[in-house]
């Protein structure tokens, strides 16, 4: 079959943007490892976030056991251990959830504090505003091994994380065993078998194994599911964080296999399966759509064949190229699905764009920078230039 100059060209053009992307934030990282988790976990212990813990320290030092000492004075008042000393991988949705544990004399903990860490602004703010962190004031160490605690609802994947690194930080501290003794409670249970139900329902419609008249009823599910109840929408900080820090296959299984339908599925022509099947924004979109008594009108191209995704994709990568550090889940709306979690103004994105969609066609999949990237790495079949080529 014949290639023409413009496929060479667009070819060239979509392996650019891939590219340029994973350059951009091996850039940024340092690093990369996508398939598997970093080994260096670097985490800064500031007198700050020490005096959190012992308002009345003035010094800190860590001895050659990883153990920080606290000094007010020459006076040591207390201990702390950094969970990443100890545990490499309690991830949360956007990587390691590096955690100071202040101690008294006694080894009994006197509070919990989260040092830096990847993960969303929003959930973080939520969890330190519970009683979720205070739950293991003033048990001893070795307590914390057998000590069931109450996830915060609505930050599950932080939660967890916390719950690991206090735990096996718990375990490797007093030599004991390390074990996942966290109880899986019937709601994640329901969560799974509805996440899979929906799932299995997407491929049904995508391959016509289902009555398209069912799909409004779908839309619906995929909203309340995958968007409200599990909030495992895919985003650009979903992806960086796994870039960098790797894909947690176990406590995130769900995103995982979003992802790789929404690349697998493609190979075997059905491009754009995510967005539009998977996806809770592009399926609250199409509902409000068909709803809808107006005439829908398609977002309008920037320039030619520029489209708004592709050059919103390339300004976040160029953000990342050149050292800014942006809250990546701010460039995207789908924490106006976090109900407990989301700040005022996801809400107002989230209404701006159902509003829009009275009136054009899936608005925010014309912005959407994963739906670009998405697309960009799926196959694309090329079209025959003649029936010769056809017959082949």
């Not at 539009?276 to 709803?291: D, F, I, R, S, T």
């Amino acid at each position: 079959m014949r290639v023409s100059k413009k496929q060479i060209v667009e070819t060239i053009y979509t392996y650019s943007l891939v590219i340029i992307l994973l350059v951009a934030i091996a850039y940024r990282g340092g690093r990369t490892h996508f398939f598997t988790k970093s080994d260096e976990v670097e985490v800064a212990v500031t007198l700050e976030s020490v005096q959190n813990l012992f308002p009345e320290a003035s010094s800190f030092h860590k001895n050659k056991l990883n153990i920080i000492e606290i000094k007010s004075g020459v006076n040591e008042i207390g201990e702390a251990l950094v969970s990443t000393d100890f545990v490499k991988d309690n991830f949360g949705y956007g990587g390691v959830v590096p955690l100071l544990i202040g101690l008294d004399k006694n080894h009994d903990i006197v509070g919990v504090e989260l040092l830096a860490n990847g993960e969303t602004h929003d959930y973080l703010e939520y969890v330190t505003k519970s009683d979720f962190l205070h739950q293991w004031d003033k048990l001893s160490l070795r307590q914390v091994k057998e000590q069931d605690v109450d996830i915060a609802s609505g930050a599950t994947m932080s939660s967890h994380a916390i719950i690991k690194g206090m735990k096996q930080t718990s375990a490797v501290f007093h030599h004991l065993s390390i074990e996942n003794s966290e109880k899986i409670s019937v709601k994640s249970i329901v969560g799974d078998i509805l996440f899979l139900a929906v799932v299995l329902l997407s491929l049904l419609l995508a391959f016509g194994k289902v009555n398209k008249k069912l799909r409004p009823l779908y839309l619906l599910l995929v909203v309340v599911v995958i968007g409200i109840i599990l909030n495992k929408a895919l985003s650009q900080f979903l992806l960086y964080s796994w870039l960098i820090d790797g894909m947690p296959w176990v406590l995130n299984w769900q995103s995982v296999l979003l992802f790789i339908l929404a690349i697998g599925v493609s190979f075997i022509g059905k491009r754009k399966f995510y967005c539009n099947y998977l996806c809770p924004m592009g399926a609250l979109q199409e509902l409000v759509n068909k709803v809808s008594p107006f005439k829908k009108r398609q977002v309008p191209h920037l320039w030619k064949n520029l489209s708004i995704k592709e050059a919103y994709l390339f300004f976040i990568a160029a953000m990342l190229l050149f050292g800014f550090v942006p809250e990546l889940n701010y460039f995207e709306p789908f924490l106006a699905f976090s109900f407990k979690i989301a700040s005022y103004g996801f809400f107002i994105a989230g209404g701006v764009i159902v509003i829009l969609s009275l009136f054009y066609s899936k608005p925010w999949c014309s912005v959407c920078p994963t739906g670009c990237f998405m697309d960009t790495i799926s196959y694309k079949k090329q079209p025959t230039n003649n029936k010769k080529d056809a017959k082949k």
